[in-house]
């Protein structure tokens, strides 16, 4: 079964500096997609960014980007120029490209942003 | 930009009462899930739904839970006999537009905050 792993439960940083969030999965399948979803106080899930498993080039939305390694199943967020609005809880999250598309979520880092 | 809608956003049941929780999926969506948060814990798979079936069910997904389509815009998840561990934030999202992309993403709505007294 697949699992997705964040390791950092809090992080901060200070607003309009650059911070990245760890995330490691598991899966024996080849292919697959990645994403990393934001969810605010009000507990509405937004999606940030989506990578396809089979595309070596890293996403990238905005002030957004992944640092994608398939070989070592990492898949990092990078958020660039921190704003107040990026306080949230941030999910990775992973789902088949097969017949399977249920999406597995990781338990969350929740990122505070210092002013 | 479409949006998929949940109703109501809080509610609150006593155990052993049945609630249903109601859902609009973005139209022309085909598949359809539910998910559930409970709260300080990560957001877990209930349920898919496709062409008016269950098409994948997690093992939280027993016997007092069940999904419907009664029309053609919502979709609705009732829990028989409500317990305490049911108290939960639960989301619906959907995805796949007819003959879309295989990766098409899920969007999430906004939640339905269950609390069970």
């Known amino acids: 079964a697949q699992t997705v792993t964040q390791s950092q439960p809090e992080m901060s940083v200070q607003e309009a500096e650059t911070v990245t969030l760890s995330c490691t999965y598991d899966t024996s399948e080849s292919d697959y997609y990645l994403f990393w979803y934001k969810q605010p106080p009000s507990r509405q899930m937004i999606l940030v960014i989506r990578?396809?498993?089979?595309?070596?080039q890293n996403a990238t939305e905005n002030r957004f980007s992944v640092n994608f390694q398939k070989a070592a199943k990492s898949f990092s967020l990078k958020i660039s120029d921190s704003q107040l609005g990026d306080a949230a809880m941030y999910f990775c999250?992973?789902?088949?490209?097969?017949?399977?598309?249920?999406?597995?979520f990781g338990k969350g880092t929740r990122l505070h942003i210092l002013p | 930009e479409p949006e998929v809608t949940q109703t109501p956003s809080h509610q609150v049941t006593q155990m052993g009462q049945e609630v249903i929780l109601r859902c609009v999926p973005i139209?022309?969506?085909?598949?359809f899930y539910w998910y559930r948060q409970i709260l300080g814990q990560k957001v877990e798979f209930l349920v898919s739904f496709y062409n008016n079936e269950i098409s994948e069910k997690s093992e939280i997904f027993d016997d007092q839970f069940s999904v419907e389509r009664p029309d053609g815009s919502n979709f609705t998840l009732k829990i028989r006999s409500t317990k305490l561990e049911d108290s939960a934030m639960y989301f619906c999202?959907?995805?796949?537009?007819?003959?879309?992309?295989?990766?098409?993403?899920?969007?999430f709505g906004p939640g339905t905050r269950l609390l069970v007294l």
């Open positions: 990578q396809e498993a089979y595309k070596q």
């Open positions: 999250a992973y789902r088949s490209a097969g017949g399977d598309d249920k999406i597995i």
């Open positions: 139209s022309n969506h085909l598949y």
């Open positions: 999202a959907s995805n796949r537009l007819p003959g879309g992309p295989r990766e098409e993403t899920q969007y």
